[in-house]
């Protein structure tokens, strides 16, 4: 596996890690760290966000995905099914690119079971 | 295999490429290129962002429906990536997503025909029956009611789904 392979998995298996621990975790050196991470960014696989650690600036790594769960988290279920408009084709597991889910707590299958329940 | 099938599996096809990789994994995949061609090609050719073209690429790799190689430029020292879109691959990436989504679907029937569920009026939750005891029927975040969620409606709809999904992975 390579280095930003290795990172995606971390970071599927964490949610979120600090880059200052990162590097130190995958045993490579920082600047080499950063250079993966930026462009994982570019390619819109991970979300960098400033943070402040005992007065340190260092980024918080987290998945594009899991920022986007998160984001949606804090509405509530009423104003999620109001986002999605059709619920009459396949679910939202078809092409969902999270292999090892959770069928319980998966938000996007509970939004969408809930529109087809409160519907008419 | 009768005509219309035919056509259901072009438009799942591209239902699913358009989830996974967005309008410009489907447009790379609908150019129908078999040979290798690298990300700056493509971004030249469909005047986008090659990040754009590259989150794409990586998105239908991830799926299974693209592979790359990667060579180091001597003159440059960067990494170049050269793709090639596994068009072969095209009905079992289909038929595993439709099976997937299948025992998904099953999961999901399972844990809410096993159970009655109740769910805040204003939307903050939706909570078992013995956890909306446990709760006094009043919703802990927004104080609301809970009530009692009919899905019966949304169960039948899911088992309709599953017979269908059965029958396509059947006919492809």
């Given at each position: 596996?390579d280095t930003?392979?290795?990172i995606?998995?971390?970071?599927?298996?964490k949610?979120e890690?600090?880059?200052?621990?990162?590097?130190?975790?995958l045993?490579?050196?920082?600047?080499?760290?950063?250079?993966?991470l930026?462009?994982l960014?570019?390619e819109?696989?991970?979300?960098?966000?400033?943070v402040?650690?005992?007065?340190?600036?260092t980024?918080?790594?987290?998945?594009a995905n899991?920022?986007?769960?998160?984001?949606?988290?804090e509405?509530?279920?009423?104003?999620?099914?109001e986002?999605i408009?059709?619920?009459?084709?396949?679910?939202?597991?078809?092409?969902?690119?999270?292999y090892?889910?959770?069928s319980k707590?998966?938000?996007?299958?509970e939004i969408?079971?809930?529109?087809?329940?409160?519907?008419? | 295999?009768?005509?219309s099938?035919?056509?259901?599996?072009?438009e799942?096809?591209?239902?699913?490429?358009?989830?996974v990789?967005g309008e410009i994994g489907l447009v790379i995949?609908s150019?129908?290129?078999?040979?290798?061609?690298?990300?700056?090609?493509?971004?030249?050719?469909l005047k986008?962002?090659?990040n754009?073209?590259r989150?794409a690429?990586?998105?239908?790799?991830?799926?299974?429906?693209?592979?790359?190689?990667r060579?180091?430029?001597?003159?440059t020292?960067?990494m170049?990536y050269?793709w090639?879109?596994?068009?072969?691959?095209e009905?079992?990436?289909l038929?595993?997503e439709?099976?997937?989504?299948?025992?998904?679907l099953?999961?999901?029937?399972?844990?809410?025909?096993?159970?009655?569920?109740?769910?805040?009026?204003n939307?903050?939750?939706?909570?078992s029956y013995?956890?909306?005891m446990?709760?006094?029927?009043?919703?802990p975040?927004?104080?609301?009611?809970?009530?009692y969620?009919d899905?019966?409606?949304?169960l039948?709809?899911i088992?309709?789904?599953?017979?269908k999904?059965?029958?396509?992975?059947?006919?492809?």
């Amino acid at each position: 596996m390579d280095t930003r392979e290795e990172i995606l998995r971390l970071l599927e298996e964490k949610k979120e890690i600090l880059q200052k621990d990162l590097w130190k975790e995958l045993n490579i050196d920082s600047s080499k760290c950063s250079r993966i991470l930026r462009k994982l960014e570019k390619e819109g696989l991970i979300k960098r966000l400033e943070v402040v650690v005992d007065g340190v600036k260092t980024f918080k790594i987290v998945s594009a995905n899991a920022e986007i769960e998160e984001e949606n988290r804090e509405l509530t279920l009423i104003e999620l099914m109001e986002r999605i408009e059709d619920v009459t084709g396949l679910p939202p597991c078809f092409g969902c690119m999270i292999y090892d889910c959770d069928s319980k707590s998966c938000l996007r299958l509970e939004i969408w079971f809930l529109k087809k329940a409160t519907l008419g | 295999m009768e005509a219309s099938q035919v056509g259901d599996i072009e438009e799942l096809i591209i239902e699913l490429i358009e989830r996974v990789a967005g309008e410009i994994g489907l447009v790379i995949y609908s150019m129908g290129i078999k040979e290798e061609f690298t990300d700056e090609q493509i971004a030249e050719e469909l005047k986008v962002e090659i990040n754009e073209v590259r989150k794409a690429l990586f998105s239908l790799y991830e799926l299974g429906l693209a592979k790359y190689r990667r060579i180091k430029d001597d003159d440059t020292g960067w990494m170049e990536y050269h793709w090639r879109i596994e068009y072969e691959r095209e009905r079992e990436v289909l038929i595993k997503e439709l099976q997937r989504t299948k025992e998904k679907l099953e999961e999901k029937l399972k844990i809410e025909d096993t159970s009655v569920y109740y769910i805040c009026l204003n939307g903050c939750i939706k909570a078992s029956y013995e956890e909306s005891m446990e709760y006094g029927f009043i919703c802990p975040k927004c104080g609301g009611n809970l009530e009692y969620l009919d899905s019966s409606k949304a169960l039948e709809d899911i088992k309709r789904e599953i017979e269908k999904i059965d029958k396509i992975i059947k006919s492809i």
